[in-house]
């Protein structure tokens, strides 16, 4: 596979807006999620920038190419789409990973990680899911829970539906969805073409379009999910995990 990494980022955001411009530990998040693609050694890292001022965050930073996007368009997901129109329209990356700009402490090697559904070809979309913890991460909303099943040594599982609810009833594991996907550069053509689902409107959850249209998405497990920004709460709890790694060294 050649593979390149998108993240799509604009100032806008429903809970927290500026959150990618928001300075944790003496940079802003952007930069720290788009350092953290570069290590992580796929391919181009590009920032898919919904603003001027993204674009301007990001433009100094090795490895990090920026294309501006259209700040109307309504989902990462098509900003990532029209990003690679305009870097590579004739399509010589095969597979994209999009990786969401608020996240800024996830481990490089699970961006690869994402990659691992795609060398199977009944997949069109990879993700990641790590094992739910507590019963209040089971029950929170704002945690994307996955119904899959890995049985015995599997390294891959098929996701059969994502929900805010606690999926699926019964004893056994529960798994968080970290919102990274790789996507075969023809499959993301295709979702973006759709209209949004009656589930996806349901649930808020855009993945269920590609569940809903047929696609095969495939689930790699991680160990935990990295803490993500939504809220300012959310961003205390960065700051605050990040100002205790540099009070060690």
């Not at 990786?99 to 990659?115: E, R, V």
Request: contains cysteine; charged residues 20%.
């Amino acid at each position: 596979m050649r593979a390149i990494i998108v993240i799509p980022s604009r100032i806008a955001s429903t809970r927290l807006p500026r959150k990618a411009l928001a300075l944790i530990d003496g940079e802003v998040m952007i930069v720290h999620v788009a350092r953290r693609a570069v290590a992580a050694g796929l391919g181009p890292v590009l920032v898919a920038a919904g603003d001027d001022e993204i674009s301007a965050a990001v433009s100094h930073l090795p490895g990090v190419e920026v294309v501006l996007t259209d700040p109307a368009l309504p989902s990462g997901s098509d900003r990532v789409q029209a990003a690679l129109a305009v870097y590579d329209p004739h399509e010589h990356y095969d597979s994209v990973v999009n990786l969401q700009g608020d996240l800024p402490l996830i481990d490089p090697q699970m961006i690869a990680k994402s990659l691992r559904p795609l060398e199977d070809e009944q997949f069109a979309i990879g993700t990641l899911v790590a094992p739910v913890q507590s019963e209040a991460e089971a029950k929170a909303e704002s945690v994307v829970k996955v119904a899959c099943a890995f049985q015995h040594d599997d390294a891959v599982a098929r996701a059969l539906y994502f929900s805010r609810s606690v999926i699926p009833w019964g004893g056994g594991p529960l798994w968080h969805h970290v919102g990274v996907y790789a996507w075969r550069r023809k499959a993301l053509a295709q979702f973006v073409r759709l209209s949004p689902s009656l589930l996806e409107k349901r649930e808020r959850l855009e993945q269920l379009r590609a569940l809903e249209a047929g696609m095969a998405v495939g689930c790699v497990q991680v160990a935990h999910a990295p803490l993500g920004v939504d809220t300012a709460e959310d961003l205390a709890r960065v700051r605050a995990h990040l100002g205790e790694r540099a009070s060690c060294r």
